[in-house]
């Protein structure tokens, strides 16, 4: 309800489009204790954007030899103490991570808007790479809001400065399409949806990017059963984009929740340990060893 009261205020009083962005940004600023509760150990690191805002993230180091480097672009809610359980459980298999706050989220100064998210984003991936002390990859997984991010991101660098793979995770292909699509769901913002949608500005949408990208493999993940992003989003995307590619389509039921199944999250070590060979979800352990994976 109160997402329609901000739609149903931007169209009365004529806010433009960059006005009715803060749709898409629900921060919080209250971290939880979830290092605590996870039982994980991190280190607080500070990056500075481009217009000097200081950008806050938790870097988890790896337990036994580093494999490589994951750096975690989240969703549109709360913050990266809620964010990280989606990802933690990767450093006691080898891979460092690197999870960042948008500006207003967390302990991260300013107010959020799609222009901003990319400069916070792209001032965490440009220190670590200045910081970067061995050749293990560096793969950007982006969730939900951060897979758009993530992909604007690296459609943006240059070839020298790509990471070494892409996992897409739960995104939508367009702004104007998920506005449009949320708003349908509901008896009140039905008939509207249509000119609704275009108080929102697609210059971000991955949909118009994402086929920029070159030379960087891609891991789609998608539940069949996402109530809040259709699956089709990442079918237009894994159509977009260039090979080499793969699609996992996820039987758990939700957003964002196939990492709470072990048999997934086995399968996606599997598929990090050949990176950057890419498998089927059902054949990513095959020819490994599962017993050392776990």
């Known amino acids: ?73 989240h969703g549109n809610a709360q913050n990266l103490s809620y964010h990280v359980a989606n990802v933690f459980w990767l450093a006691e298999k080898g891979w460092e991570i690197v999870i960042i706050d948008y500006r207003g989220y967390g302990r991260t100064a300013g107010e959020p808007d799609f222009a901003s998210v990319q400069q916070d984003a792209l001032a965490g991936y440009q220190a670590l790479l200045k910081e970067r002390q061995d050749d293990t990859p560096i793969i950007v997984w982006g969730q939900s809001l951060g897979a758009s991010i993530a992909i604007n991101m690296v459609a943006s660098l240059p070839e020298n400065t790509q990471p070494q793979g892409l996992i897409i995770d739960s995104a939508f292909s367009s702004h104007q399409r998920i506005v449009r699509e ?40 998608h539940s069949v059963q996402d109530p809040v992003i259709d699956i089709s989003h990442a079918k237009t995307l894994y159509q977009l984009a260039h090979e080499p590619k793969q699609l996992w389509i996820s039987p758990v039921p939700g957003h964002i929740a196939s990492w709470n199944d072990e048999v997934w999250r086995d399968h996606l070590v599997c598929q990090l340990n050949r990176w950057p060979a890419l498998n089927t979800q059902e054949a990513a352990c095959d020819d490994l060893n599962l017993a050392a994976v776990k």
């Open 1 to 73: 309800m109160k997402k329609l009261i901000v739609v149903l205020f931007c169209v009365l009083v004529g806010i433009g489009i960059t006005g009715c962005e803060s749709l898409f940004f629900w921060p919080s600023k209250q971290l939880v204790p979830s290092p605590e509760v996870l039982k994980f150990t991190k280190e607080d690191r500070f990056f500075t954007a481009e217009d000097g805002t200081l950008i806050h993230a938790w870097q988890i180091p790896v337990q036994g030899t580093k494999k490589g480097t994951i750096y975690f672009l």
């Open 182 to 221: 949320t708003l349908g769901n509901f008896w009140l913002t039905y008939p509207f949806q249509y000119p609704l949608s275009w108080l929102f500005t697609d210059d971000y949408a991955p949909e118009q990017s994402i086929s920029r990208i070159d030379n960087v493999p891609f891991l789609f993940v």
